[in-house]
Nanobody, 126 residues
Framework: QVQLVESGGGLVQAGGSLRLSCTAL????????MGWYRQPLGKQRDLVAL???????NYADSVKGRFTISRDNAKKQGELQMNSLKPEDTAVYYC????????????????????WGQGTLVTVSS
C-alpha cells in the first residue's frame, strides 16, 4: 500500500523560508504527478504546485516566484521550497501523488494509485 510521509512544516516569520518534503513508500512502479496543496483553517484545499514525470511544473498565481517544486524520481521524493513566506501562506500543506504500483492481482500486474499525505502545518507570523 502506498503511503506518503511529509516533513518540514513549522513556524516561521514573514519573509522567511521553509522546505517541505514528501517521500512515497510502498510497491511503487512509477510516479506520475506530485503535487502540493494547502488548506487554510476553515477554507477549501487548493493546489499550490504540481510537477509531472517529465518535470513540467504548474504553480498557483499566489506563489509564483516564491515557491519551487522539485522531485527526485530515484528516491521517490518531492520537495516544495517556500521563500518570502507571507502570513497568508499559513495552512496545512498536503502532498499528493499519482502513479502506478505493482499489483499481482491485477490483470496487467500493475494498477494506478492516487494518495494523499497526512498534512504538515505551516504557520507564518507577521
Amino acid at each position: 500500500q502506498v503511503q506518503l510521509v511529509e516533513s518540514g512544516g513549522g513556524l516561521v516569520q514573514a519573509g522567511g523560508s521553509l522546505r517541505l518534503s514528501c517521500t512515497a513508500l510502498g510497491g511503487i512502479f512509477s510516479i506520475n504527478t506530485m503535487g502540493w496543496y494547502r488548506q487554510p483553517l476553515g477554507k477549501q484545499r487548493d493546489l499550490v504546485a504540481l510537477i509531472t514525470s517529465s518535470g513540467s511544473t504548474n504553480y498557483a498565481d499566489s506563489v509564483k516566484g516564491r515557491f519551487t517544486i522539485s522531485r527526485d524520481n530515484a528516491k521517490k521524493q518531492g520537495e516544495l521550497q517556500m521563500n518570502s513566506l507571507k502570513p497568508e501562506d499559513t495552512a496545512v500543506y498536503y502532498c499528493k501523488c499519482t502513479g502506478t504500483v505493482v499489483d499481482g492481482t491485477a490483470l496487467t500486474g500493475y494498477r494506478a494509485f492516487e494518495v494523499w499525505g497526512q498534512g504538515t502545518l505551516v504557520t507564518v507570523s507577521s
